[in-house]
Every structure is written in structure tokens, then in C-alpha cells.
């Protein structure tokens, strides 16, 4: 497996080059509204965006590829750099590092849903009743008091938020081809933990983790709702090649929402501080601008208003964000992106495939348009971008790539 | 050898989604009449292909690569969902398919022309005088009746067309890595058939060729002009995964012409009668519909009349199909696709590399301009989309696709 997707022969200065702000509005592609014929894009107030816009090459995104909907993990690993398809990253892993888990080589985390089980042992509810985050904890610390496992195997239980918690196994010779054992859908009998191909490793994890569920039942027994695990998503953790190495750059996030952090410090950026609003985030990025390369900043509303079908509240996302951009562009970065991980259409109410609007700002763009919108970009002079080359451009207006070749 | 484009990991719904229909006129994409600079697309009234764009995501399909004039089996191939390079069809393969002959794994087939030696061994007709389709169904019967091949190989020659046949051999261990026997240009011997690598397989089978050459030499040695055979396109047959297999899609195909029937059932389309008029080809739509998830309805004379470098014709014929498509939208598919296999300008005369416009109409587009042409569609949210991956395109339009991690 390899997560190279620039040229290998296409090297970074040693000798630095400009600075980069990456701004991501999660889901910010949409569609347009039936009324009104124009996106949540279009539909925004927003002229601090639109005069980026106007000194920005502007384009179109395509996160994976044609017609394909990005979850948040390959959305950003594509935003930076990496081979979305080549570096899939299991949910499992992406959870463990969402908790901030510090995930080792050759690690096998899986996602855990607290579930109800009957007497007959079928599933009678996958989220055992939705328990409040204080009581999925207690269940969590009640399992972890008494679970033990195989001598060199050491099994460590996170709680995430209400009935959702991870699975970290370490120890050597562990294998992550295992099947979900959560039958999706209820009145069914968890599915055994059981390796889905012939490898030893992947053999012997699935016996460790049946015995592991084996034991959460037992542990369990007197709890009314959630008396056992479901497990899927196994994933094994490997490295990544982290932006210093890949890039020659510093780089730091900045997210309120832990997956984001994960997906950033999987690719060695730092995480300095934990905002709780958006207007921290950006009093984030303003106390650590000059110290690093490349800043991160991610803002999730417009997506979470999105899964809502709230249009207007996604609208209002969005110009929440061109509020603040004022105090983004006062720091004069070299290169400032704005984009997102995938688009998220308030009327289709999910992730979609659908291309993301995007613009490059710096001292060496080709400006179309002085409006921010997915009509604009389409014809904008980047065209259609795959995702996980963005990065060249923004080295590239960084001054931070070698010329190909003589 | 993979057929698969879209990541293994993307995977189709078990559980169903909309309706796809794909319509596809053959040739579609064309070049400015010098008098009027509009291609034939946009020379054409087209009020509903022009009404339902307005509705649509536009944009340019690029069938196999920047400046590739693609055959009509890749270009389809393409527009299947297939890798055209790397699932290449061989010529034998693509005519064996197209007289209707059902291939079965390892068969090994070859294109045949009738043509004339004179008593040196040399070509003097690689057409044999273009003999008429009686005369060389005729011709084709009478080598038929009177050749032998060895123990264990069964051969089978139909007749295709005038001077064009079609030889199939049937059994263990041959091979296809055959030379083409035709040398292209008259006064000199035809090339003995050989392997082009050293495979054994290969081996035998060229000498199984040059044997029944050899026969055929014989048995036609009276016959004034078509005295021999030169063979071409030597390839084997291996089974396509079908669109079941592959999308969960219940496919069927309309088309007059054997050859893209050949096509789609070389992916497992189901063909259910044979249209004898673009009329009757919707009414067969009309009569599917409903019975299946995808629809490929194919009209020729776009094509044809291009070929012929009939620019007011291409027109006709593209306006012909405009009159038809309200019977096809009345059908309500959740996704409709217009587009075609390639590109073939009149004023050219052949199939070309150029991009072919395109539209999908769903609940879930962005729509940008209010007529269906080459101008309007480069400029559309699609960008160019290279050809194998418009179906991914049309999956996700029909929700027929996960969410690509987490």
C-alpha cells in the first residue's frame, strides 16, 4: 500500500516556501433549492467569500471520484493528499483516533454499539435503548473492571458517546479481517466473530474478540438494556507518511469535533487546544499562525445542518463562516483554500458524490468570478480537481514544489 | 485481468434504488458545420432533449482518453461501467458476438475475409471481389461441408457479411496470441499464421489456423475469386462479470443492431426481441418497463448518416429521436442518462476522439443551461467525465450506492 499520489520525482524545497490555510466547510457542495434554482452556496450572504473569490482561481472538487459519496475520513484524507482509495482507513482506526487513542502499528481497533440481547440471545435493540452518556460510561468501566484476555494481548475499551464505545487489540501477530458481528437488524442472533478470509492472524484476533464478547455477556447479565457489544469495523492501524515527510510542512489542526483531530494527527499534524466555538477556532488559528506551515481550520455546521434538511440553517452556517473570514485573511497567508470534504445537499439530507466548490488564493491565480458559488466554479480555471490533488496546488502557490523535470 | 473501475470497496445496495435508463445515441458528439459553427447536436430542433437538459447535470463524457477515437465495443464498454484497456475486446471475439454465436470461456475467434490468390500465392483481392451476401454465404457453406480439424478442437464458421466471416474454435488448451495472417496490402502471400510469444497454447492453435487454411486452399481451389481466407483479430473469450454481478442491476438492451446487442449481453443484459424501427425499438421499452432496474436503448443512425458525411442527415436522425423521447420520459426512470458511445463528426466522417456531450437527469442535479449541445454541456457541473465512470455516476443518481467509509 502506498499513499503517494504526487509524483514520487516531484519534490518539496527544502528551502521552505509560503504559508497555508486550508479552510474546510464540512458538506459545503449542495443543491439547488426547488424555489429559488440556487444552492446554500448561492443562497449565502457572503461577501467576504465572494471577494476572495474574485482575486481566486476558482473549481470544482471531486473528493473520490465520479459519483462517489465520500464518508468524513476519506473526504479529508483526500483533502490532504492521500490516496483516498489506497489509504482507506477502517472505522474502526478512524474511531480509536477520534478518541484521541495514540493507535500503534499493527494496533486492530473496532467500533463497539452496546445492544440488548434477549433471553434467546436474539438482538432486540443495536443501541440498547440509546443510554445517556454517564450510563454508556458506567457500562464501559463496568466491562473493563472485569474483562481479561489471552497473555500479550492487551485490550483496551474507550467509551465514545452514549451507546457507542471502541475496541483497541495490541499484541503481536493480530489480523483485522474479521466480520462485523452486528447483525443489522434485530430479532437476529449476533454473528460469531469470525475471520473473512484464510489467515492465521485474522483467525486468532476473531477467537480473542468472541472471547472477548463472550465474557461482556457474562459481565453483563444483570444489566436490563445493555447486557453486550456488537463489533464491526475492524481495521488494522498503519502509519501514515505524516505532512513533514510527504510535504516538508509543519502543520496543525484546528477542529471542534474529535474525528477531524483524528484524521489530521493520522497524518501528523498537530492538535493545540480543543475550540468550543467557531469563533475560537479562529482565535486558535490567529495564536498559532507563524508557527507552523500549514493550519487546518474546519468548521462542521454546514454539514450537520445539512443532515437536518435545514437549508436555511445551512445558509446560515455558511455566512457565520464569511463573518469570520475577515479575520482569516488579515493573517495574509500565502495560500488560502477554501473548500470542503464532500458536498452535503440540504435536500438530499446526507453526504453526496456531487462536486465541492473550491478557490485558491494567492499571488498567482487566474480570477473568473466575483462570486463564491458551485455556478461560478464550474467554470473556474482549476476545472474539475480530483481531491487528492489539491495539495499539489497548494504547494504549488506556495512556491514549495521543484520544477518536473529539466 | 480486472474488469472492475469502481474501488471493491464501494458497494452497491443490496437493497435496490431507482430506475436507470441510458440512451444512447451512437455517434452523438460532433464538430461546427463551417457555416454555421454549430455541431449537428446543436444544429437540430431538440424541444425536449432541450427541456429535459434544463433539468440535468451537463457535461462531456471523454469515452477512453484524451485524443482515443474508440471502436464501438470499447466506447460501449466504456459506457458500461468497464475498463475499455483493460477489458479489451478482441475483433474475433467482438464478430462472434455480433452473429449472435454464444461464446463460451477459452473459445478462441477470428475474424475471416474471403479473398482472392492468384496461382503465385499472392493477394490480389483481400475482398475477393466483394462477393454478394449469397455468394459468400455460399462460398462459406461449401468449406463448411468439407473441412476437417483435429481430434478434440470443433470449428465453426459463420458467415457474416459479403466477403466478412467469422471462424470460432472450440477446446482444451488454445490460445489466442495469434499474428493476423491478412498482410494488409495486395501482391504478396498471406502472413502463415503464427504465435506472437512463446506460449504453447498459442503454438498449437496457430497450427490448427494454418491447417485449416491450408484446407481451405483446397476445397475452394475452383472458385474464380474467392479462393482463400485471410484471418484477422484473433482473440479469446472471457465471461465479463455481469451488471448483476457488478451493480445488483437487472439490465435489459434495445438495440437494432447486432453488434450492441452483442455488447450488452456480453454483460449479461438480458435481450428480449429485436427492433425493427427507433419507434419500435421505445415501444419495446415501453413493454420492459418495469420489469427490470436498467434500460440501454440504442439508436444507430446518428451514426450512420455521420459516416456517410451527412451532416443534414445526423441532424434528421438526431431529431428523430427528440420526437421519441416523451415517450421515454413518460416512462418517470429516477434517472435518465442521453449520450453516446463517441463522438462522429459528418464533417469528418468517422469516429472521433472527440468528447461527447452528455446529460443525467434525477432528482438531484444542478442544472446550468436550457439546451442539450456540445457548448452547453462543456460548461456543465459534470466537468469531463472519462466514460467508465459514468455509471458510477448513474448509480449514485439512483441511490444505489454506500456511502465510501466512514
Not at 262 to 285: F, H, K, R
Not at 333 to 352: F, K, M
Request: glycine share 10%; aromatic share 6%; net charge negative.
Amino acid at each position: 500500500m502506498s499513499h503517494i499520489s504526487l509524483p514520487q520525482s516531484l519534490a518539496f524545497h527544502g528551502d521552505g516556501g509560503g504559508t497555508i490555510i486550508m479552510l474546510v466547510m464540512d458538506g459545503l457542495g449542495g443543491l439547488p433549492h426547488p424555489d429559488s434554482g440556487l444552492t446554500e452556496l448561492e443562497s449565502a450572504a457572503t461577501p467576504h467569500l465572494d471577494a476572495l473569490a474574485a482575486r481566486s482561481s476558482l473549481g470544482m472538487l471531486a473528493p473520490v471520484g465520479h459519483g462517489i459519496t465520500p464518508g468524513s475520513g476519506p473526504g479529508h484524507l483526500a483533502l490532504f493528499g492521500y490516496d483516498p482509495i489506497e489509504s482507506m482507513i477502517g472505522r474502526g482506526v478512524l474511531s480509536a483516533l477520534g478518541v484521541g487513542f495514540e493507535l500503534r502499528q499493527g494496533d486492530v481497533a473496532a467500533r463497539l454499539n452496546l445492544a440488548t440481547l434477549d433471553h434467546d440471545g436474539l438482538v432486540t435493540d443495536r443501541r440498547a435503548g440509546r443510554p445517556s452518556d454517564e450510563d454508556g460510561r458506567r457500562v464501559i468501566e463496568t466491562v473493563r473492571n472485569s474483562l481479561r484476555t489471552p497473555e500479550g494481548v492487551e485490550a483496551t475499551l474507550i467509551h465514545e458517546k452514549e451507546h457507542r464505545a471502541v475496541l483497541v487489540l495490541r499484541g503481536d501477530g493480530l489480523g483485522a479481517d474479521i466480520a462485523d458481528t452486528d447483525p443489522q437488524r434485530t430479532d437476529l442472533p449476533p454473528v460469531p466473530a469470525t475471520a473473512t478470509r484464510a489467515d492465521p492472524a485474522s483467525e486468532r484476533t476473531a477467537g480473542i474478540v468472541q472471547d472477548i464478547l463472550d465474557q461482556v455477556r457474562d459481565i453483563l447479565a444483570d444489566e436490563p438494556r445493555a447486557n453486550s457489544f456488537l463489533a464491526r469495523g475492524f481495521a488494522a492501524f498503519t502509519p501514515y507518511p505524516t505532512f513533514e515527510t510527504r510535504y516538508g510542512l509543519r502543520a496543525v489542526a484546528v477542529a471542534k469535533y474529535p474525528m477531524y483531530r483524528g484524521v489530521a494527527s493520522l497524518v501528523g499534524m498537530a492538535i493545540d487546544g480543543v475550540p468550543d466555538s467557531n469563533e475560537n477556532s479562529v482565535e486558535m488559528l490567529e495564536r498559532h499562525f507563524g508557527s507552523y506551515d500549514f493550519y487546518f481550520i474546519h468548521f462542521k455546521d454546514t454539514d450537520s445542518r445539512a443532515h437536518d434538511g435545514d437549508f436555511e440553517g445551512k445558509v446560515a452556517a455558511i455566512e457565520e463562516v464569511d463573518a469570520l473570514l475577515p479575520r482569516i485573511t488579515a493573517l495574509s497567508p500565502d495560500v488560502l483554500i477554501v473548500t470542503g470534504d464532500h458536498s452535503t445537499p440540504a435536500i438530499y439530507g446526507e453526504h453526496s458524490w456531487h462536486h465541492v466548490p473550491t478557490l485558491i488564493a494567492s499571488s498567482w491565480t487566474r480570477p473568473s468570478a466575483d462570486v463564491f458559488g458551485e455556478s461560478s466554479c464550474r467554470g473556474g480555471d482549476l476545472g474539475v480537481v480530483p481531491g487528492k490533488e489539491l495539495m499539489s496546488l497548494a504547494l504549488a502557490h506556495a512556491a514549495r514544489l521543484d520544477k518536473y523535470g529539466a
